[in-house]
């Protein structure tokens, strides 16, 4: 069955660095874009980036642009998030999550486009 698992989340300063994993297993992952997404408390869940299924292509929220950078590695199953100068703002539930759509190529779209999640990984900035 198809399974998402992410790791890297951890506290950190504002100004620090930390690096997100999502691994997958159970289908083909080179067919499908993967989005990571995040949660406050009390907000709706966000895209922060996505990133098409050979890679070619990268989406990121204007809040994270130029701070976070997205990749993944079809060869190992695993996407990444490298997130520098991280904001207080940033402090939320990290999850990664599986288009829908085989070979969809476009913006990140909203989480019901997205078919399977991870459990999450809780990110926490202090400024």
């Known amino acids: 069955q198809v399974r998402l698992v992410e790791s890297g989340g951890g506290s950190v300063q504002a100004g620090g660095s930390l690096r997100l994993s999502c691994a997958a297993s159970?289908?083909?992952?080179?067919?499908?874009?993967m989005a990571w997404f995040r949660q406050a408390p009390g907000k709706e869940r966000d895209g922060v980036a996505g990133i098409s299924h050979g890679g070619a292509s990268t989406y990121y929220a204007d809040s994270v642009k130029g701070r976070f950078v997205i990749s993944r590695d079809n060869s190992k199953n695993i996407m990444y998030l490298q997130m520098n100068s991280l904001k207080p703002e940033d402090t939320a539930m990290y999850y990664c999550a599986r288009h829908g759509t085989t070979y969809y190529s476009g913006s990140i779209q909203g989480p019901t486009d997205f078919d399977y999640w991870g459990q999450g990984t809780q990110v926490t900035v202090s400024s």
């Open positions: 159970g289908y083909i992952y080179k067919s499908r874009y």
